[in-house]
């Protein structure tokens, strides 16, 4: 397999792929600016080095034959492969990054990335992008140490630039059962250290809890908000979650809002973050571009999912 010589061509595939879209040479001969008799010649040798007819003329149209259609469709994904080759050298030659990350802090609702992220599927040239998901200092590991292209981040270190693009709320809550439940509101401080909170971990590779999430004494600590809303649902502590993780439970009555004295809910802005800052490329800026102009105008909407 290492030496062997194709017998066809990109160029003979192409036009028998013309010709076919076309319904026939003459059309096809048109949009390819070719003469009719190149472009049969050109299937005719395509059909004699591979030993099968791939085309058979009914009247004035020419038709694929069974054999046809099995090679035309694979035919089509070999000159898109090619395309996307071509593409990419045109890309890199113009410093168009082939892979960019995107971190970004676990409150953010995805949901609101969808948009962005289908234009960027459109207008992307096939760059590969990679959504890490961080919480507290390592999402501002990223930032510091530029090991993400793109950062989504509640905080900003000092010396960096960030520009807003949503709020974020968090609500205090707890099952229906729970003891905190059956207390008087609002809740105290030291009513909360007494039971067990469930907390997210820390993505950074050397954590500082500065953020203020971490009040009681006793925790556990899991690695996504999906597995404390399973923990909490089940009665087993209470934690801070963002609306779009706790609202449906809320609505369904398997979670309990708590008011907490001094507090309603904790909440804060997020903004878009380019680590690298004039170092940042074109598709990294593409994306951050796409990002601000769907940006969700949902403040409001987040407070009376937060009040729900």
């Known amino acids: 397999m290492p030496h062997y010589r194709a017998k066809s061509t990109l160029e003979q595939w192409r036009i028998l792929q013309a010709v076919v879209d ?3 040479y003459a059309h096809a001969a048109e949009k390819l600016n070719k003469s009719q008799s190149s472009l049969n010649h050109a299937v005719s040798k395509l059909q004699q080095v591979l ?20 090679m035309l469709r694979r035919s089509r994904q ?26 970004l802090e676990m409150v953010f609702d995805r949901n609101d990335l969808i948009p962005a992220l289908k234009d960027f599927q459109e207008h992307g040239r096939g760059s590969r992008l990679t959504i890490e998901d961080t919480v507290l200092t390592g999402t501002l590991e990223h930032i510091r140490n530029q090991s993400a292209d793109l950062v989504i981040t509640h905080q900003l270190p000092k010396g960096y630039l960030g520009e807003p693009i ?7 809550v707890c099952h229906p059962a729970h003891p905190l439940a059956q207390q008087d509101s609002p809740i105290s401080q030291d009513e909360l250290a007494q039971h067990l909170q469930i907390v997210i971990r820390d993505t950074a590779t ?4 500065e ?4 009040k009681a004494e006793q925790r556990w600590t899991v690695s996504h908000f999906d597995e404390a809303l399973r923990l909490v649902r089940s009665g087993l502590g209470f934690c801070w979650l963002p609306p779009y993780i706790a609202k449906r439970a809320m609505q369904k009555g398997s979670l309990r809002k708590l008011e907490l004295k001094g507090s309603t809910c904790r909440k804060g802005s997020l903004y878009l973050v380019l680590p690298k800052g004039d170092k940042t ?15 969700p105008k949902r403040q409001e909407d ?7």
Do not use: F
């Open 78 to 103: 070999l000159t898109q492969t090619v395309y996307e080759l071509e593409q990419l050298a045109c890309n890199m030659e113009q410093g168009w990054e082939p892979e960019i990350k995107l971190a």
């Open 206 to 209: 050397q954590p500082a809890e």
């Open 22 to 24: 076309c319904g026939g």
């Open 51 to 70: 030993g099968v007819q791939l085309l058979e003329i009914k009247g004035r149209k020419a038709e694929l034959t069974h054999v046809g259609e099995v």
């Open 281 to 295: 490329g074109p598709c990294s800026r593409l994306l951050a571009d796409l990002v601000l102009r769907h940006a």
């Open 302 to 308: 987040d407070m009376e999912a937060s009040a729900g």
């Open 166 to 172: 949503h709020d974020y709320y968090m609500d205090l």
């Open 211 to 214: 953020g203020g999430w971490l």
